[in-house]
């Protein structure tokens, strides 16, 4: 039996006007990703693929087409809407960490719960487990100063899975790391993934990335030139 469709693109456009130049970020991009997919978007730069992520998440609108996520078109709400919609379904992991430097590692993650006004046990208690989870148990009351730039980004996993969203969407997330620690940073999403099953999409152009996803679209000139998924069912046909 298949999963639920958590992200549905149909037909998905952007198209950018630099004065009277007009850049054809992505052209008609279809994408479906199921529940517990891990799945990584590469191409080059310029391929589209920030612009693809951006659009999910309903940061950027696209110029024609469709985005549904967990049932809901995204085009269709309004602003305040889209803003609660991202809190409450939508995990973020950014290159640069996005850490709030004047909160603990504890209060970091627990900041999500607080806005979508979790109570206090269960912020305490979720936000306990999942550091223990990403190998932070003992780092709870520290600031994002005291840490590696491998835990700081593990922090950021922390707090993108605290509130189980339907998908967790990272941009480059091992940019600034060395390799044994974005390597080691994968295996762990991937660990949670498997354990939790949530929905992983990656946007990148690390080869490593690539290797260790289960699924592979890449990119180019804004159009899909290859979908690993596909082309396993092509082959199982």
Known sequence: MEKELVIEAKGVTKTYEE?????????????????????????????????????????????SGKIKLAGREMGAMT???????????????????????????GENVEYVLLLRGTGAGERAARVNRILEEVGLGGKKNRFPSQLSGGQQQRVAIARAMVSSPDIILADEPTANLDSATGSALMDMMRELNEKRGMTFLFSTHDAMIMEKSKRLVTLKDGRVDSDSAADKAQRHD
């Open 19 to 63: 004065g009277e130049v007009k850049v054809h970020a992505l052209h008609p991009v279809d994408l479906a990703l199921r529940r517990g997919e891990f799945t990584a978007v590469a191409g080059p730069s310029g391929s589209g693929k920030t612009t693809l992520l951006n659009i999910i998440s309903g940061l950027d609108k696209p110029t």
């Open 79 to 105: 602003q305040a809407e889209l803003s609660d919609f991202r809190r409450d379904h939508i995990g973020f992991i950014f290159q640069a960490y996005n850490l709030i430097p004047v909160l603990t590692v």
